[in-house]
T-cell receptor
């Protein structure tokens, strides 16, 4: 079983749609959680950290449920520029990050 | 934000040659850097953790004699793919954490795309 599992998609949505990505992690020692965005043939870039209390950054909302080891990302009012691969990431106290396989999102006009 | 520079961004080499990839933290000191590998349509897989002034810690299944890591200064780590073969063709990415021992944001280099003919 992979340490971090995501639905690979692809998700194809029209502009303005709301889309949700889910992720589960298996290492109960994980202490930090992130969503990264990766554009084709580029390095990953941090989208947002994920906290148990939930956090929002503009159109993006992330949630963490430690009990069920579940992480989510909600994107509202999708833009064409949101098209990318979204990586769910779990980290340990010594800085090691484990990446999910990524979820591909394509937003079309 | 912090900047990590990786060089070269792409390289093509013949089978059997060695290739060195550099990872530099430009505006912060990084006692720890990480090297990842990403095959097409797959996620990033951690290869090794590079610690300044000490030996790298390799993940299971990664050959330390094939992927030589040197972290001689607080701003530079190098990955050398020795005797490269076509199956080593991949996207290699380094990352670094500003400061020590925290689980904050990782800053990634731009990646190095290696093609072995």
């Amino acid at each position: 079983r992979k340490e971090v599992e995501q639905d690979p998609g692809p998700f194809n949505v029209p502009e303005g749609a709301t889309v949700a990505f889910n992720c589960t992690y298996s290492n109960s020692a994980s202490q930090s959680f992130f969503w990264y965005r990766q554009d084709c043939r580029k390095e990953p870039k941090l989208l947002m950290s994920v906290y148990s209390s939930g956090n929002e950054d503009g159109r993006f909302t992330a949630q963490l449920n430690r009990a069920s080891q579940y992480i989510s990302l909600l994107i509202r009012d999708s833009k064409l520029s949101d098209s990318a691969t979204y990586l769910c990431v779990a980290g340990t106290s010594y800085g090691k990050l484990t990446f999910g396989q990524g979820t591909i999102l394509t937003v079309h006009p | 934000g912090a900047v990590v520079s990786q060089h070269p961004s792409w390289v093509i080499c013949k089978s059997g040659t060695s290739v060195k990839i550099e990872c530099r933290s430009l505006d912060f000191q990084a006692t720890t850097m990480f090297w990842y590998r990403q095959f097409p349509k797959q996620s990033l897989m951690l290869m090794a953790t590079s610690n300044e002034g000490s030996k790298a810690t390799y993940e299971q299944g990664v050959e330390k004699d094939k992927f030589l890591i040197n972290h001689a200064s607080l701003t530079l780590s190098t990955l050398t793919v020795t005797s490269a073969h076509p199956e080593d063709s991949s996207f290699y990415i380094c990352s670094a954490i500003p400061g020590t021992g925290n689980t904050g944001e990782l800053f990634f280099g731009e990646g190095s795309r290696l093609t072995v003919l």
